[in-house]
């Protein structure tokens, strides 16, 4: 398969790495350094597009090669108010593309054990739950997109959640909100601990990258899933059907 990467910063050399072992070939590499623009004859070349760039240029990225009815792998985060819109231009422009808030494997399989210990939790009673995440700090959004899905299945499966906080509180939280803070400083690549905390008492679920290859090898996967298909698509959910 012959693969374009747009975006070359902590991302890039780790595709690139994942993707060569595998027998792909790099084709193109756009914003090698920040000043570069898309490459868009080099983009004509490949198979797949797998971008990792920044929320301010990723949506026209994904414009600009939907144009050249190319299919691409999205793994910027901090994007997705732009999701209905894109997903009616991918749908109508017969293209195909999957995006996901982590492509790590083993943060899947994390976020289906802390939906399956959520409901647990909130069956059983007389537990609060509560998070935190740290990120290097050259991570463009806080919180992550990692730390949003987290709150997404926690407030889908505990009853007394109803709304992710992640700003910082100058007052008691409330019983109704669900508070998960972002740290941001030196290297880390990733941290997100969830943690379920009563009288009798607490039980902490983590997901700690060692490094950023878990998330290339994830994204390279998506990459070879939607080599030769047509669509919108997440991830996560296609990592729930056991189709990757």
Do not use: C
């Amino acid at each position: 398969m012959k693969i374009a990467l747009v975006g070359y910063g902590n991302m890039g050399p780790e595709v690139e790495k994942i993707a060569t072992s595998l027998g792909h070939e790099i084709v193109s590499v756009s914003f090698r350094k920040i000043s570069d623009k898309l490459d868009l004859e080099g983009i004509k070349t490949a198979d797949v597009v797998i971008d990792f760039t920044s929320p301010a240029i990723v949506v026209e990225n994904i414009k600009q090669v939907l144009k050249l009815k190319k299919k691409i792998v999205v793994g910027t985060t901090g994007w997705y108010d732009s999701l209905p819109k894109i997903k009616k231009m991918v749908v109508s422009s017969g293209g195909g593309l999957i995006y996901a808030k982590n492509f790590s494997v083993g943060a899947n399989i994390f976020f289906k054990v802390l939906g399956v210990a959520s409901k647990l939790f909130d069956k059983y009673g007389g537990y609060d739950v509560y998070g935190y995440e740290i990120h290097h700090s050259g991570k463009k959004d806080s919180p992550s997109g990692t730390a949003k899905k987290i709150g997404d299945i926690i407030i889908s499966n505990f009853s007394t959640k109803k709304t992710l906080m992640a700003d910082k509180l100058d007052r008691q939280v409330k019983s109704s909100e669900l508070h998960f803070a972002s740290i941001r400083g030196g290297r880390n690549p990733g941290t997100h601990e969830v943690i379920f905390d009563s009288d009798a008492d607490e039980v902490r679920m983590s997901h700690i990258a060692h490094g950023r290859a878990g998330f290339a090898k994830g994204a390279v996967l998506a990459a070879e899933f939607i080599r030769g298909k047509k669509g919108f698509y997440s991830f996560e959910e296609l990592f729930e059907r056991g189709a990757i």
